[in-house]
């Protein structure tokens, strides 16, 4: 594998995640945001990753800090760059702005480096002709956590060099995800595509006064056996995330679930985020011993 030096550019939730993640497993990682009260968020981010990966991976605090120390973080974007053998990008969702991203990375990165998008909605396709290498470009989606839930879909373009592809799946392999591998270019991959339904059920039961969130949740668990519903996966996303991509008008015909998300948002309850969603954090109560009794 020839990927041995890492930018993650944007160091928001998933930013973060990202960069540490792979710091953790020994690659030296640059942390790039657009200013210095953008990086000083993600130190913070990462500084409040050490509980979980104590907790969930049992690793001590000298080797978190281990990791911590192979992170760097910078605004300059040309120094970001300048060495980088893989960028992943994981700024706002938005195509204007990702495009200028491409257009700027591509005059300052080497020739040679991969650039991979963690665009929950974008496709390759749309990306790649920002690029001066498009087939150096595809996209690596992660879930939140990573840590424990580390899967990283992968999808490439038609454009897309199968060697390119192979090597980002050798990447994800050693920062310890499973490679899932996507066969063609598809709007929200597989994990979203199977999530987002059932996000939008539980959220239009709830706008439509048919059940609130907890008994939403209470309902899916026990008759499915999972950890979680849709309302704590919507709080482990997060309101911010969430209302960064717009629902597609045939799940939220009326708006009344993307009003009720940004609501929510401008009332800072971002949910695990913010310590406060639909649950309280960082004991929620569908975590609690009688939260599943009648």
Known sequence: MTI???????????????????AYKGFPVTIY????????????????????????????????????????YTSDLAKAVKQADLVIE??????DLKTKFYQQISELAPATAIFSSNSSSLLPSQLAPATSHPERLLNMHFANHIWVNNTAEIMGSPKTDPEVYREVVAFAKAIGMIPIQLKKEHPSYILNSLLTPLMVSGMSLWVNGVADPQ????????????????????????????????????????????????????????????????YHYPNPEFQQPDFLKA
């Open 90 to 95: 994981a700024i706002p969702e938005n195509l």
């Open 215 to 278: 008994t939403i949740d209470k309902t899916w668990m026990l008759a499915t056996g999972a950890e979680m519903g849709p309302f704590a996966i919507l709080d482990m996303i997060g309101a911010r995330t969430l209302t960064a991509v717009p629902l597609p008008k045939t799940m939220d015909p009326d708006g009344q679930i993307t009003a009720k998300l940004k609501q929510r948002l401008a009332e800072g309850k971002l949910g695990m985020e913010s310590g406060e969603g639909f």
């Open 4 to 22: 041995k030096m890492l930018t993650v550019a944007g160091g928001g939730v998933l930013g973060s995640q990202i960069a540490y993640q792979a």
């Open 33 to 72: 945001d657009i200013n210095e009260d953008a990086l000083n968020a993600a130190k913070k981010r990462v500084a409040a990753l050490q509980p979980s990966y104590q907790t969930d991976l049992n690793v001590n605090e000298t080797d978190f800090k281990a990791g911590v120390s192979r992170l760097t």
